[in-house]
């Protein structure tokens, strides 16, 4: 088997482990998602993803380069909203169809995003993003302007673990389950 070197943008770093997304773009080959939460995108300790799109060619052997994905049209880089968001810190997962169009659906962590907050909530901490697939328009996406990419989840809380279930309640939509050990 061909070995393939990931080199991350200058200045920036990687420090999660990798996940298998399925196929988020629906052009027959998984994708994936590579954390990056300790990073300086745009905010300080916003954090990062990125999503490298799955090739035919099993990249050849090539190094991949995680800057400029979006313009090479091989995936795209997520950056947390504001200040200390952590995004990718935690849990992420590809999830399946969850929105019934046919192609593949992940969710992530943003365990320092406190927009609960905002919204009047009295105890939780963190949201979750679930980004829907989608064929094209894929694009770099700061998450303060991710309405057309999915939805936000408040209040996931940091300890909490996102795994995909399937369709567990047969109604043809997958699933999604959130664990947590918090009371």
Partial sequence: PAVTRINTEETFSIQAPFSNLGDINGDGRDDLLIAAYGNNYNAKLNGGMYVVFGREDRWSAQN???SGLDARNEGFRMTGAVDLDYVGQHSFTGVGDMNGDGIDDFIFMSPGDDEQT???ATSG????YLIFGRETGWQDIDLLEMQDY???ILRTNNAAKWTAL???DGDGFDDAG???NAG
Avoid at 125 to 128: F, N, Q
């Fill in 150 to 152: 999915g939805i936000q």
């Fill in 125 to 128: 901490v963190g949201s979750s």
């Fill in 178 to 180: 959130l664990t947590t």
């Fill in 64 to 66: 991949i380069s995680l």
């Fill in 166 to 168: 399937g369709d567990v």
């Fill in 118 to 120: 905002n919204a009047g």
